[in-house]
C-alpha cells in the first residue's frame, strides 16, 4: 500500500548514497527555493533515460533558480552509475540504492519485472519539490512510466511559485 503525503506538511525522511560519495540527506538540504526530488525506475528504463536527459539539460536553470536537485532510483550502485555514464547524467546528483520501505513512505508506487531486463523490484517515477524547512510543496506520483510532469513547464511556473508566494495547494486532503 502507498502512503499519500500531503502538502505543506513534513516529509518523510530521506538520506541516501550518490555516485559522488557525499550522501544526500533531505534534513540537510538548504536551497534557496526547494529541493526537486525526482525518483526514477531505474536503468533498465528507457522513459527514465529521456526524462533524466531533459532534467539534466535544464539542471544549471533550475538551480540558478535556487533549486538542488536529486535522481535517485532503488538501483544498487553499480546501475546508477551505468545510468549516469551511458545516459551522460554529469549535471545531476544521482542517488542509488532506495529502499522499497523509504519508496512507501513517499507514496510512490511499487512495481516487479514483467521481463528480464528489469530489475526485480523497484519504483515507478515520482516528482517532488520540497521547501527548505522539509514541507512539502508539489508532488507528482505516477504508476506508469511515461506519465510524467513536463520539466520545462514546471521550469516556466517557478517565478509563480517563488515570487508570487503561491501557496502548496491540497492541504485539505486527509
Given at each position: 500500500?502507498?502512503?499519500?503525503?500531503?502538502?505543506?506538511?513534513?516529509?518523510p525522511?530521506?538520506?541516501?548514497?550518490?555516485?559522488?560519495?557525499?550522501?544526500?540527506?533531505?534534513?540537510?538540504?538548504?536551497?534557496q527555493?526547494?529541493s526537486?526530488?525526482?525518483?526514477?525506475?531505474?536503468?533498465?528504463?528507457?522513459?527514465?533515460?529521456?526524462?533524466?536527459?531533459?532534467?539534466?539539460?535544464?539542471?544549471?536553470a533550475?538551480?540558478t533558480a535556487?533549486?538542488?536537485?536529486?535522481?535517485l532510483?532503488?538501483?544498487?550502485?553499480?546501475?546508477?552509475?551505468?545510468?549516469?555514464?551511458?545516459?551522460?547524467?554529469?549535471?545531476?546528483?544521482?542517488?542509488?540504492?532506495?529502499?522499497?520501505?523509504?519508496?512507501?513512505?513517499?507514496?510512490?508506487?511499487?512495481?516487479?519485472?514483467?521481463?528480464?531486463?528489469?530489475?526485480?523490484?523497484?519504483?515507478?517515477?515520482?516528482?517532488?519539490?520540497?521547501?527548505?524547512?522539509?514541507?512539502?510543496?508539489?508532488?507528482?506520483?505516477?504508476?506508469?512510466?511515461?506519465?510524467?510532469?513536463?520539466?520545462?513547464?514546471?521550469?516556466?511556473?517557478?517565478?509563480?511559485?517563488?515570487?508570487?508566494?503561491?501557496?502548496?495547494?491540497?492541504?485539505?486532503?486527509?
Amino acid at each position: 500500500m502507498t502512503n499519500k503525503l500531503t502538502p505543506d506538511t513534513k516529509v518523510p525522511a530521506l538520506n541516501v548514497q550518490t555516485l559522488d560519495g557525499t550522501g544526500w540527506n533531505i534534513a540537510e538540504q538548504n536551497p534557496q527555493n526547494f529541493s526537486m526530488v525526482v525518483f526514477y525506475r531505474g536503468y533498465h528504463c528507457p522513459v527514465c533515460k529521456s526524462y533524466l536527459g531533459t532534467l539534466n539539460r535544464l539542471a544549471s536553470a533550475y538551480e540558478t533558480a535556487g533549486f538542488n536537485i536529486l535522481a535517485l532510483s532503488m538501483n544498487p550502485a553499480d546501475l546508477a552509475q551505468k545510468s549516469a555514464d551511458e545516459w551522460e547524467l554529469s549535471n545531476l546528483t544521482i542517488g542509488y540504492g532506495l529502499s522499497e520501505e523509504t519508496a512507501v513512505e513517499w507514496g510512490l508506487y511499487i512495481s516487479t519485472a514483467i521481463k528480464e531486463a528489469e530489475a526485480e523490484t523497484f519504483c515507478e517515477p515520482g516528482l517532488f519539490w520540497v521547501r527548505p524547512d522539509g514541507r512539502l510543496y508539489l508532488a507528482d506520483v505516477s504508476n506508469m512510466p511515461w506519465a510524467r510532469p513536463d520539466l520545462e513547464f514546471l521550469y516556466a511556473k517557478i517565478p509563480f511559485a517563488v515570487e508570487n508566494k503561491y501557496p502548496a495547494r491540497g492541504t485539505k486532503t486527509p
